[in-house]
């Protein structure tokens, strides 16, 4: 998840210390897959009653 952030918000950055290449030019998609992937995750855990982090064993 922090990576997710990380590269989301543009603070990630190579070895050199320069920017992630295709940054500025995907950042925008980052943000809108990012958002419907939690949106997705949010529905789905409403909808089954559990939370999405969770994983449960067969009895």
Do not use: N, Y
């Not at 290449?21 to 089954?48: D, E, F, P, R, Y």
């Amino acid at each position: 998840m922090v990576d997710v952030i990380l590269v989301v918000t543009g603070s990630m950055h190579d070895r050199g210390g320069r920017p992630l290449a295709g940054q500025q030019k995907h950042q925008t998609t980052a943000w809108i897959s990012t958002l419907v992937l939690w949106g997705i995750v949010s529905v789905g855990s409403i909808v089954t009653g559990r939370p999405g982090s969770r994983v449960t064993a067969a009895a």
